[in-house]
């Protein structure tokens, strides 16, 4: 696997249309998380991808998805640290 660091210009490009607002920023969380590039071939790509992923809404997220596995895993933390 090859990791990257996204350069600010093409974060910037990216997430123009992105709010102020967002919390972490586009440029802190790709400060603490690498870009893992990756070539996919497949004809239905978009949909099995959209599959895997899962809904954009986490609470929506279908069991086993990524979004899905990481609402638990956001829940968990959060009840860790009201407990810490």
Do not use: C, F
Request: hydrophobic fraction near 30%.
């Amino acid at each position: 696997m090859k990791a990257l660091q996204t350069p600010d210009s093409v974060l910037s490009e990216a997430y123009h249309h992105q709010e102020e607002a967002l919390l972490p920023s586009p440029h802190q969380l790709h400060e603490l998380w690498p870009l893992v590039p990756m070539v996919w071939q497949d004809p239905h790509v978009v949909s099995t991808t959209g599959a895997m992923i899962g809904n954009s809404n986490s609470a929506e997220a279908a069991p086993g998805t990524i979004r899905e596995d990481s609402r638990e895993t956001s829940a968990s933390t959060s009840e860790d640290t009201k407990r810490g």
